[in-house]
């Protein structure tokens, strides 16, 4: 859960497209969206999509269906993570960077 004082809460739903939407997942949707309305947070959906074997996309489409019938429309996303490895990679490097700038004897 990410907060700031301008936007509110956002908080995320991350599920596997490897098959139906168990119904575990849909009541951590549901707790996560109840939470993000109640704070004036917005709720995001990123598909975890890393599972290349498994993935398939009427799993994905699926999972956004019962998402909808269910009434938990989301804010933001759907993201998907096999789309933002550039994103990471990204984030990686600079902090590679400043970790490599700050390491030394007597760096606290």
Same mark, same amino acid.
């Given at each position: 859960? /990410? /907060?700031s004082s301008s936007t509110g809460v956002r908080v995320r739903f991350a599920p596997s497209p490897t098959g139906f939407l168990h119904v575990g997942s849909a009541r951590t949707c549901l707790y996560n969206w109840l939470f993000a309305k109640? #704070? #004036?947070g917005r709720l995001i959906l990123? *598909? =975890?999509d890393t599972d290349r074997e498994r993935n398939r996309d009427e799993w994905d489409r699926g *999972?956004?269906?019962s998402l909808a019938?269910?009434?938990l429309g989301?804010? =933001?996303g759907p993201y998907r993570q096999s789309e933002r490895? =550039?994103?990471y990679r990204d984030a990686i490097d600079k902090n590679s960077s400043a970790s490599a700038s700050e390491s030394g004897y007597g760096t606290v």
């Open positions: 859960m /990410t /907060t109640h #704070n #004036n990123r *598909i =975890e *999972i956004v269906d019938w269910l009434g989301f804010d =933001e490895s =550039e994103l």
